[in-house]
C-alpha cells in the first residue's frame, strides 16, 4: 500500500463518519431556512447553530447581503474542508519536508493511538476494561451509535440540512 493509499485510508473514518451524519439529517430536526425562501439570514442561522457568531456568518455569506445561499454554503463547507486537509498533512509531515514518509505516517498513528488509549484509560492503570471502552464509545458515538438527534447542534458553521442535492 502506497503512502498516498494510506493517507486515504486514514482521511477516510473521518469521511466515513461525516457520511454517517449526513444518513440521519433528516432525523436531526427543521431545517434552518424556516422561511423557506431559499436562503439562511443570521436569526434562522442563530436558531439552528446557536453557537454561531455574526463573524462566522459574514464569513459564509461572500456577497455580504445577509443571506446565505446554497452555493455559499457549499463554498464554505469545500474551504473548510481543504484547509482541514492542509492542517492534516502539515502535522502529519513532522519534518516539514513537504512530504510524508512511512515512519511519518506511523508516528502519527502511533501518537494518536497512545493519545486515544489514555483518554480511554480513566484509571490510569495501564489496561482498558470492557466499560472503559464502552463509555469511551458512548462518549465519541452517542447512544444513537453516531446519530445526533433533534436539537443536537454540530457547533458553529455551515452544515447541509437533509440529503445531498440531486447530482452532487
Known amino acids: 500500500m502506497t503512502t498516498i493509499q494510506k493517507l486515504s485510508v486514514a482521511a477516510g473514518v473521518p469521511a466515513l463518519l461525516a457520511l454517517a451524519a449526513l444518513a440521519g439529517a433528516a432525523e436531526r430536526g427543521p431545517p434552518a431556512d424556516t422561511n423557506k425562501d431559499g436562503t439562511i439570514d443570521f436569526?434562522?442561522?442563530?436558531?439552528?447553530?446557536?453557537?454561531?457568531?455574526?463573524?462566522?456568518?459574514?464569513?459564509?455569506?461572500?456577497?455580504?447581503?445577509?443571506?446565505i445561499t446554497r452555493e455559499e454554503m457549499r463554498a464554505a463547507g469545500k474551504e473548510r474542508m481543504e484547509a482541514r486537509a492542509?492542517?492534516?498533512f502539515k502535522k502529519l509531515d513532522a519534518?516539514?519536508?513537504?512530504?510524508?514518509?512511512?515512519?511519518?505516517?506511523?508516528?502519527?498513528?502511533?501518537?494518536?493511538?497512545?493519545?486515544?488509549?489514555?483518554?480511554?484509560?480513566t484509571n490510569g492503570d495501564g489496561k482498558l476494561s470492557q466499560a472503559e471502552m464502552e463509555a469511551g464509545r458512548k462518549a465519541m458515538m452517542g447512544d444513537r451509535g453516531g446519530r445526533r438527534g433533534p436539537g443536537e447542534s454540530r457547533g458553529p458553521g455551515p452544515h447541509r440540512d437533509g440529503p445531498p442535492p440531486a447530482g452532487n
Open 86 to 88: 492542509g492542517e492534516r
Open 43 to 67: 436569526t434562522e442561522m442563530q436558531a439552528r447553530q446557536p453557537g454561531v457568531t455574526i463573524e462566522q456568518f459574514n464569513a459564509i455569506d461572500k456577497d455580504h447581503n445577509g443571506q
Open 95 to 121: 519534518n516539514s519536508d513537504g512530504g510524508v514518509t512511512q515512519a511519518e505516517l506511523d508516528a502519527a498513528r502511533k501518537q494518536g493511538e497512545a493519545e486515544r488509549f489514555k483518554k480511554l484509560d
